[in-house]
C-alpha cells in the first residue's frame, strides 16, 4: 500500500493541508467527526486507526478523550509521533492491523476510521468490520467518500464520459456493515442528500442488543 511508502508518510500532511478547498475539506471533515462523537463521556477510551501521520489524534485527545493510535506503516507513525507527544490523552501509538486488534472484546469505547475506507477491498471489509465489533462497546466512525449522483457525474454520464470509480458505494456498504455486526445509528454530512463526505456512526450488534 502506498501509505506505508516513507516519502508518502513525510509529504502526507503538506499534501492534505495544500490550498484552500483541503483546508475547508479538513475542517468540514472534524464538524462532522466531533457530530459524531457528540455525548462521548470524558476519559472514553478510543481508537484512531489507521492513525497515519496523527492529524486527528491530538484533536480527538483535546476533546478530553483518552486516545491509542494505530497504523501498520512505522513511517506514518514516526510523523505522528512528533505531534502527540507530551499531548495529555494521548496514551500511545502502537504498530497495528485494523484488521487484527491486540485488544480484548468490547475493551474500547469507540474507534475512528478516517480516509481509510477506500483503501480497503471489498472482500476484506467485513473481516473489518467484525474485529471492530468484537472490540468496541460502544460507537463506531466511519469517515468515507460515497458514490453520489452529483451534477459533474450526471453531465459526463450524459455526454458518455466514462466516470471514474469509486470504491464506497452506500448499498454494499450497508450489507458489509451488517454483515461485519455493525448497525448504522446515524449518518452526519453537511447537506442532506448532497455531500458525499459523510459520517458514519455505527454500534455492534451486542451493544444494540444490550441496550
Known amino acids: 500500500m502506498r501509505y506505508r511508502d516513507a516519502g508518502v508518510a513525510r509529504d502526507y500532511d503538506q499534501l492534505r493541508q495544500t490550498g484552500w478547498v483541503r483546508r475547508r475539506r479538513e475542517a468540514m471533515m472534524r464538524r462532522l467527526l466531533a457530530r459524531g462523537l457528540a455525548g462521548l463521556a470524558p476519559g472514553s477510551l478510543v481508537l484512531d486507526v489507521p492513525c497515519g501521520t496523527g492529524r486527528i489524534t491530538p484533536w480527538l485527545a483535546a476533546r478530553g478523550l ?6 501498520l506503516s512505522r513511517d506514518m507513525l514516526g510523523e505522528a509521533q512528533a505531534k502527540v507527544a507530551g499531548v495529555r490523552g494521548c496514551l500511545g501509538l502502537l504498530v497495528g492491523d485494523a484488521a487484527q486488534l491486540p485488544f480484548a472484546d468490547q475493551s474500547l469505547d469507540a474507534a475512528l476510521l478516517v480516509r481509510f475506507l477506500h483503501l480497503v477491498e471489498d472482500a476484506e471489509r467485513v473481516p473489518l468490520f467484525r474485529e471492530l465489533s468484537r472490540v468496541v462497546r460502544g460507537r463506531v466512525l466511519l469517515h468515507v467518500g460515497l458514490q453520489a449522483w452529483t451534477a459533474k457525474r450526471l453531465l459526463r454520464r450524459v455526454r458518455g464520459v466514462p466516470l471514474k470509480p469509486v470504491k464506497v ?7 458489509q456493515l451488517e454483515e461485519g455486526g455493525l448497525r448504522v445509528e446515524r449518518v452526519h454530512r453537511k447537506l442532506p442528500f448532497a455531500s458525499t463526505s459523510v459520517v458514519v456512526v455505527c454500534r ?3 451493544s444494540v442488543q444490550g441496550a
Open 169 to 175: 458505494q452506500w448499498k454494499p456498504l450497508l450489507a
Open 66 to 71: 483518552r486516545v491509542i493510535g494505530a497504523d
Open 204 to 206: 455492534p450488534a451486542h
